[in-house]
């Protein structure tokens, strides 16, 4: 490791200065300390950058696994719909093109920049050839004006109220009729950025005003994403005893309600989401079911639920988190985990394959990478860094910026208890930080 004088705000500006000129990617916890999470990750200046799309979700896997093998560190994307072709799912033609979105992204990198919220450490690691580049290209990087407003965009959704509702109860129909128990239903938002609309200014808002654990930042080919997640998908660690392949653990939110404007207001919301018996049924459904997918790559018996319905409070919202844990079995590789666990119960439901084929029957645009995955593998390094091997949230609250197009889905699980106002309400709630984040106002009521 080789230490770098640099805070992690001076080591984002510079990094989002980059970002001009070259492939950058970040990784962020935002010092919000959720569920271990206290590191920024970046690389600048990839070894190679990977983009498959392929109709063979085995062989798409085959080249992911096969890149894990190598002496590389790797920062990556999955779309969610990826996950149909792993289930064989045929989509039904949309209403809405959506511009294509690679099953898989993958940046390559031999040197990483970390920062260490919990020491406020920053250091370079991995190829120690590399780091005198690194470290000149952040300390000569100009950055760019990222304070500045960014308003005047306006959103669009391919939902209108009326048609969200309507397909809630149509999901309650399924619920009566034994099809489901619980789905997850999203409207997709488009917003057009006017001139000087940039993803890393973007992104620097929506990281100072509403930090996010799994925050980040990927400039990829010809498409930027801008996360701000609050949800760990799963997290593989090493394990120190002798014979051990490691533990996975997975951690779903289910249960929302905004933040109040006044202490007895926030008060109250947080004992109503505390106290909701639909909100803890919602998220007991997607622990059982996670705890399955958990099952096909674990130790028998070494599944268990380690916190169930705790709170987690955020600038805008609280959520209820669920952590599920088990140990994996000998000779567990990826491509084992992502076919047993992707996409994620969360933004899926129960049960999940009968659940996302009703999912695309009702949305009239595909998903792309809402609702997917983004995360990190170090293979070569990771000692010095952190006894993770796979770090992966899920792609919600997040963006791809496109040909200056924003776009991303937000929405909520549906049960049968669950009133259809609310449910649009709560998709809108979602929307709220990114849309400020875009300086975006929109057709339908916030």
């Known amino acids: 490791m080789h230490e770098i004088k640099v805070s992690a705000d001076k080591l984002v500006r510079a990094l989002l200065g980059l970002a001009a000129e070259e492939h950058v990617c970040i990784l962020d916890s935002c010092g919000v300390g959720h569920l271990g999470s206290h590191l920024l990750i970046a690389g600048v200046r990839p070894v190679e950058i990977i983009e498959i799309s392929n109709e063979d979700p085995d062989e798409t896997l085959r080249v992911l696994d096969e890149e894990r093998e190598s002496d590389l560190a790797g920062i990556f994307s999955i779309s969610y719909d990826f996950g149909l072709r792993l289930e064989k799912i045929n989509p039904r033609r949309k209403e809405l093109s959506t511009p294509s979105e ?36 952040l300390v000569e990087a100009v950055p760019t004006e990222l304070d500045e407003p960014v308003d005047g965009s306006v ?26 128990y619980q789905a997850n239903l999203t409207q997709q938002i488009r917003v057009k950025l006017p001139e000087g609309h940039s993803p ?63 202490p007895l207001e926030d008060a109250k919301l947080r004992d109503e989401l505390v106290n909701s018996e639909k909100d803890r049924a919602e998220n007991t459904m997607i622990v059982d079911l996670m705890r399955n997918d958990l099952g096909r790559v674990c130790e028998f018996g070494s599944v268990r639920v380690e916190k169930l319905c705790g709170l987690e409070e955020h600038p805008t919202l609280f959520h ?32 999940k394959i009968r659940t996302m084929q009703i999912i695309d029957e009702l949305e009239t ?82």
């Open 155 to 180: 959103a669009t959704s391919n939902f209108t109220r009326a048609d969200y509702i309507a397909a809630v109860e149509r999901i309650k129909e399924y619920i009566r009729s034994g099809d489901t």
């Open 320 to 351: 209820l988190v669920s952590t599920i844990r088990g140990d994996l079995r000998k000779n567990v590789r990826l491509p084992d985990i992502i076919r047993a666990v992707f996409p994620c119960g969360s933004i899926t439901g129960a049960p």
């Open 365 to 446: 645009a595909a998903r792309g990478l809402s609702m997917g995955a983004i995360g990190f593998h170090i293979p070569n390094f990771r000692s010095q860094i952190s006894d993770s091997r796979f770090d992966v949230s899920v792609a919600i609250r997040t963006m791809v910026i496109r040909d200056n197009e924003a776009v991303f889905n937000v929405g909520g699980g549906v049960v049968i208890d669950s009133d259809p106002e609310n449910e649009y309400e709560e998709s809108l709630l979602k929307a709220k930080a990114l849309l400020n984040a875009l300086g975006a106002t929109s057709e339908f009521q916030l």
């Open 200 to 262: 890393e200014k973007i992104f620097w808002r929506l990281r100072r005003d509403h930090p996010a654990p799994f925050a980040a930042y990927l400039k990829r080919k010809d498409s930027t994403v801008v996360s701000a997640s609050p949800e760990r998908f799963f997290q593989v660690k090493s394990e120190k005893e002798k014979g051990k392949n490691g533990t996975i653990s997975a951690s779903p939110i289910k249960g929302t309600r905004p933040r109040g404007v006044t």
């Open 102 to 137: 690679p099953d898989v992204f993958l940046a390559l990198f031999d040197c990483l920049i970390i920062h260490d919220y919990t020491t406020g450490r920053s250091f370079l690691a991995g190829n120690s050839s590399r780091f005198e580049e690194i470290e000149r290209l």
